[in-house]
């Protein structure tokens, strides 16, 4: 297994993580909501909310590292230069007998 895909399962894994936290989060509820008589919560754990924030930047900062590091793993093996599809010899047709002709003169003026 390729250093490119360990990067990758584990991108996957932070990008799963990232959507879990993010889904699990009340809405904070601002905008216009508030103003038109939304409801607020107060009261509410207070320490639970701030992990979930501390936990979503953190994987954010996780995610764009691993993205950055993986782009630097990546060898490019993956490219067309070895495709089988591009065919790198080059086939030259074979060229036509050249005749002996002779120069016809061009007239005078």
Same mark, same amino acid.
């Given at each position: 297994?390729?250093?490119?895909?360990i990067?990758?399962?584990l991108?996957?894994?932070?990008?799963?993580?990232?959507?879990?936290?993010?889904?699990?989060?009340?809405?904070?509820?601002?905008?216009?909501?508030?103003?038109?008589?939304?409801?607020?919560? /107060?009261?509410?754990?207070?320490? =639970? #909310?701030?992990? *979930?924030?501390?936990?979503?930047?953190?994987? %954010?900062?996780?995610?764009? +590292?691993?993205?950055?590091?993986?782009?630097?793993?990546?060898?490019?093996?993956?490219?067309?230069?070895?495709?089988? /599809?591009?065919?790198?010899?080059? =086939? #030259?047709?074979? *060229?036509?007998?050249?005749?002996?002709?002779? %120069?016809?003169p061009?007239? +005078?003026?």
């Open positions: 297994m390729s250093t490119f895909s990067f990758l399962v991108i996957t894994i932070v990008c799963f993580l990232l959507i879990v936290v993010i889904m699990v989060q009340n809405p904070k509820g601002g905008g216009l909501s508030s103003t038109l008589g939304g409801s607020q919560m /107060l009261g509410g754990v207070q320490k =639970t #909310t701030d992990f *979930l924030d501390k936990s979503t930047w953190m994987l %954010a900062t996780i995610l764009i +590292a691993l993205i950055l590091l993986s782009s630097l793993s990546f060898t490019g093996s993956l490219s067309d230069t070895d495709s089988k /599809l591009i065919d790198n010899t080059t =086939t #030259t047709a074979p *060229l036509a007998p050249v005749q002996n002709t002779p %120069a016809v061009t007239p +005078a003026k």
